[in-house]
């Protein structure tokens, strides 16, 4: 009962103390934390905002950018030379807005009219006379002769050209399809700055005629020619595309297939590019589109809008000093990629522009001036200040104090458990002792008074009645021999006088103190001695009860079996004293608490035999104090075997 109340007075000082102003900390903590989150999520909203306006900037700044660079590259160009690449990958056309009429860049160069019906002055008359040669009378041979006169008359290249084709297809009618060849091949290299009134280069018309003659060597010049040039007329496109499909099936080696396909897929995309293009033209007065770099543009008009099935940005923008407007068209994909690759190392946010949906909800949205897109913005953190220090600390101090209270939680818990299973073992302890105490005592008492009351004259069975007297004493002086000397060894003052001693002595004056009670109860003892045994420096009073605790084990936990067998050995230089029997066996699980203090195996077989739990604690500090060692081996149901191992005098 006192133990009882001193553990409810731990307990209450400890909520007192400590789970109180735990509680209150942590409902500080929470009310702190909740309004920290409050105030997290105007944040965020805030920083959220701050963003998308950023974001805004950015798209911003990058178009315009891409819009300076292309614009100014243009202007240092001439005209001819304005449908070379573009600067940017991701610009799809840099076109001339006049009148609000889109024109083309393969429209925006002057050409030349090359037939003989528009075509005036020398180079015309004789065009003419060659093909009314040519076609009119048959004369190949006059044919010939006046087309070369016409290349001769031909003030720029596309002039010369076109009439160096007419004389090759002459030329192969007649027969001489290597002179033929040659003039293609003159044709074939002026590339693709040379082309008629529709934008198709004369190289192109050479070519065809090429294709069986040199399929690499025109593979590669086209792939060139192509990958040099931005903007090709689509009936240039389409009649590329026409003599790549011919010259696939030519091509022999890996480079060539490959060359061949990537040639093919870019030819694919301009020709969409062009289609593209086409269509803006028609549908250019609808789009409402006002320039980027004009200071006088009409309010609420779209800076950028989105166009086409393949999606581009276009926007328009004004040069100083000229009168039209010139459209740039970027590539929304391929833009966007750029933006989504570089937006977490320029503004430190992790997020994804993309082409708004119709689910798109407004918060996601890039606002009026780009109202065709959408972001998908990841956390936002580090852009409030010290906004992330406050609920770490209140986590942090929350965690601490926490730990503190579970700790000491645990301590009283283990405090309180240990005092339990100490006030049970004692329990035990007085239990099992009171017993064993009171078996003898209750012997003893019942033989003297027998005796005493001389009503047996047999000697046979007074000698009897004596031995179990005396047994039952010596019983009972080994129950107080063990307690008293489990007192000594927690108090430290225990101590061993180790003398040279004859271990053979020693288990054979156990086996007979033994004798009577083994053979009362049915026992019997099979004692194995080794031969010429060396003595051992040990106490011989305290090897003879550690080797009577066994032996007494022995007999409580034997079962039905009645056989023990009691061993004395020499191996490796360490005498071992066995004690076997074949009982109950001990579970691996507790084998190795049963030499603790108080310890006995919890089972329904052990529960009815009488026992402190001492007897193997008080072997194992014998057997440590003597330098041994005890082992067990033990299997439920065929018994258990304990081995004292006892080191041989040295030099013995």
Same mark, same amino acid.
Request: glycine fraction near 8%.
């Given at each position: 009962?006192?133990?009882?109340?001193?553990?409810?007075?731990?307990?209450?000082?400890?909520?007192?103390?400590?789970?109180?102003?735990?509680?209150?900390?942590?409902?500080? !903590?929470? /009310?702190?934390?909740?309004?920290?989150?409050? #105030? %997290?999520?105007?944040?965020?909203?805030?920083?959220? =905002? @701050?963003?998308?306006?950023?974001?805004?900037?950015?798209?911003?700044?990058?178009?315009?950018?891409?819009?300076?660079?292309?614009?100014?590259?243009?202007?240092?160009?001439?005209?001819?030379?304005?449908?070379?690449?573009?600067?940017?990958?991701?610009v799809r056309l840099v076109a001339d807005v006049v009148g609000g009429r889109l024109v083309p860049p393969w429209q925006a160069v002057a050409r030349v009219s090359l037939s003989s019906a528009s075509s005036g002055g020398v180079f015309g008359d004789k065009l003419r006379l060659a093909e009314s040669q040519e076609f009119g009378r048959g004369n190949l041979v006059e044919a010939a002769a006046?087309?070369?006169?016409?290349?001769?008359?031909?003030?720029? !290249?596309? /002039?010369?050209?076109?009439?160096?084709?007419? #004389? %090759?297809?002459?030329?192969?009618?007649?027969?001489? =399809? @290597?002179?033929?060849?040659?003039?293609?091949?003159?044709?074939?290299?002026?590339?693709?700055?040379?082309?008629?009134?529709?934008?198709?280069?004369?190289?192109?018309?050479?070519?065809?005629?090429?294709?069986?003659?040199?399929?690499?060597?025109?593979?590669?010049?086209?792939?060139?020619?192509?990958?040099?040039?931005?903007?090709?007329?689509?009936?240039?496109?389409?009649?590329?595309?026409?003599?790549?499909?011919?010259?696939?099936?030519?091509?022999?080696?890996?480079?060539?297939?490959?060359?061949?396909?990537?040639?093919?897929?870019?030819?694919?995309?301009?020709?969409?590019?062009?289609?593209?293009?086409?269509?803006?033209?028609?549908?250019?007065?609808?789009?409402?589109?006002?320039?980027?770099?004009?200071?006088?543009?009409?309010?609420?008009?779209?800076?950028?809008?989105?166009?086409?099935?393949?999606?581009?940005?276009?926007?328009?923008?004004?040069?100083?000093?000229?009168?039209?407007?010139?459209?740039?068209?970027?590539?929304?994909?391929?833009?966007?990629?750029?933006?989504?690759?570089?937006?977490?190392?320029?503004?430190?946010?992790?997020?994804?522009?993309?082409?708004?949906?119709?689910?798109?909800?407004?918060?996601?949205?890039l606002g009026p001036d780009f109202a065709f897109l959408s972001m998908e913005l990841g956390p936002v953190s580090g852009l409030s200040g010290d906004r992330g220090i406050a609920r770490p600390f209140y986590l942090g101090t929350l965690i601490v104090v926490l730990g503190v209270t579970l700790f000491g939680a645990y301590l009283l818990w283990f405090d309180v458990r240990r005092e339990l299973?100490?006030?049970?073992?004692?329990?035990?302890?007085?239990?099992?002792?009171?017993?064993?105490?009171?078996?003898?005592?209750?012997?003893?008492?019942?033989?003297?008074?027998?005796?005493?009351?001389?009503?047996?004259?047999?000697?046979?069975?007074?000698?009897?009645?004596?031995?179990?007297?005396?047994?039952?004493?010596?019983?009972?002086t080994r129950l107080l021999d063990n307690v008293l000397d489990l007192s000594k060894i927690e108090r430290g003052q225990k101590q061993y006088r180790l003398e040279p001693t004859t271990l053979a002595d020693v288990v054979e004056r156990c086996a007979r103190m033994l004798q009577y009670p083994l053979a009362q109860h049915g026992f019997r003892l099979h004692v194995e001695t080794a031969d010429?045994?060396?003595?051992?420096?040990?106490?011989?009073?305290?090897?003879?009860?550690?080797?009577?605790?066994?032996?007494?084990?022995?007999?409580?936990?034997?079962?039905?079996?009645?056989?023990?067998?009691?061993?004395?050995?020499?191996?490796?230089?360490?005498?071992?004293?066995?004690?076997?029997?074949?009982?109950?066996?001990?579970?691996?699980?507790?084998?190795?608490?049963?030499?603790?203090?108080?310890?006995?195996?919890?089972?329904?077989?052990?529960?009815?035999?009488?026992?402190?739990?001492?007897?193997?604690?008080?072997?194992?500090?014998?057997?440590?104090?003597?330098?041994?060692?005890?082992?067990?081996?033990?299997?439920?149901?065929?018994?258990?075997?304990?081995?004292?191992?006892?080191?041989?005098?040295?030099?013995?």
């Amino acid at each position: 009962m006192m133990v009882l109340r001193s553990q409810r007075r731990l307990i209450a000082l400890f909520l007192a103390a400590v789970l109180l102003p735990c509680a209150v900390l942590v409902l500080l !903590t929470v /009310q702190s934390m909740r309004q920290e989150r409050e #105030l %997290a999520g105007k944040r965020s909203v805030d920083d959220r =905002a @701050r963003v998308f306006v950023q974001v805004r900037q950015a798209l911003r700044a990058r178009l315009e950018s891409i819009t300076s660079q292309e614009l100014s590259t243009r202007a240092a160009r001439s005209s001819v030379a304005r449908n070379l690449s573009y600067t940017d990958s991701s610009v799809r056309l840099v076109a001339d807005v006049v009148g609000g009429r889109l024109v083309p860049p393969w429209q925006a160069v002057a050409r030349v009219s090359l037939s003989s019906a528009s075509s005036g002055g020398v180079f015309g008359d004789k065009l003419r006379l060659a093909e009314s040669q040519e076609f009119g009378r048959g004369n190949l041979v006059e044919a010939a002769a006046l087309y070369r006169e016409a290349i001769a008359a031909g003030r720029r !290249t596309e /002039q010369a050209g076109y009439a160096q084709l007419a #004389l %090759a297809r002459v030329l192969a009618r007649l027969g001489q =399809a @290597r002179e033929a060849t040659a003039q293609y091949a003159q044709v074939f290299a002026l590339g693709f700055d040379a082309a008629d009134e529709h934008g198709v280069p004369l190289a192109l018309y050479a070519a065809t005629k090429l294709t069986d003659s040199g399929p690499v060597r025109v593979l590669d010049r086209l792939s060139d020619e192509t990958r040099q040039r931005c903007c090709l007329a689509p009936e240039a496109l389409y009649m590329l595309r026409q003599i790549v499909d011919t010259l696939t099936p030519r091509a022999s080696r890996e480079r060539e297939v490959e060359q061949s396909a990537s040639l093919r897929r870019l030819l694919d995309e301009r020709i969409r590019t062009a289609e593209q293009t086409v269509a803006l033209e028609s549908e250019l007065p609808e789009l409402g589109l006002r320039p980027l770099l004009h200071a006088g543009a009409t309010s609420g008009a779209p800076r950028w809008i989105m166009y086409g099935r393949e999606p581009w940005f276009v926007g328009a923008a004004t040069i100083a000093g000229d009168r039209a407007s010139v459209l740039i068209a970027i590539d929304a994909a391929r833009f966007l990629t750029t933006v989504n690759r570089t937006l977490p190392s320029e503004l430190g946010v992790s997020g994804h522009i993309r082409m708004a949906l119709p689910g798109d909800t407004a918060e996601r949205l890039l606002g009026p001036d780009f109202a065709f897109l959408s972001m998908e913005l990841g956390p936002v953190s580090g852009l409030s200040g010290d906004r992330g220090i406050a609920r770490p600390f209140y986590l942090g101090t929350l965690i601490v104090v926490l730990g503190v209270t579970l700790f000491g939680a645990y301590l009283l818990w283990f405090d309180v458990r240990r005092e339990l299973r100490l006030a049970n073992l004692r329990s035990q302890f007085v239990a099992s002792v009171s017993h064993e105490l009171k078996t003898p005592l209750t012997a003893i008492r019942m033989f003297a008074e027998t005796l005493s009351l001389d009503h047996f004259q047999d000697p046979a069975t007074r000698r009897e009645y004596l031995d179990t007297i005396v047994n039952e004493t010596e019983r009972l002086t080994r129950l107080l021999d063990n307690v008293l000397d489990l007192s000594k060894i927690e108090r430290g003052q225990k101590q061993y006088r180790l003398e040279p001693t004859t271990l053979a002595d020693v288990v054979e004056r156990c086996a007979r103190m033994l004798q009577y009670p083994l053979a009362q109860h049915g026992f019997r003892l099979h004692v194995e001695t080794a031969d010429a045994l060396p003595r051992v420096a040990a106490d011989e009073d305290a090897v003879e009860q550690a080797v009577l605790n066994l032996l007494t084990n022995a007999m409580k936990y034997s079962g039905e079996s009645r056989d023990i067998d009691l061993r004395l050995r020499r191996v490796n230089g360490e005498a071992i004293i066995d004690v076997q029997d074949r009982g109950v066996g001990i579970p691996a699980t507790h084998k190795a608490r049963v030499i603790e203090k108080f310890y006995r195996v919890p089972s329904a077989e052990n529960a009815g035999i009488p026992g402190a739990g001492l007897g193997l604690t008080l072997v194992e500090h014998i057997v440590t104090a003597h330098g041994g060692r005890l082992e067990i081996e033990s299997e439920v149901g065929r018994g258990s075997t304990f081995s004292i191992h006892l080191p041989l005098e040295p030099g013995r």
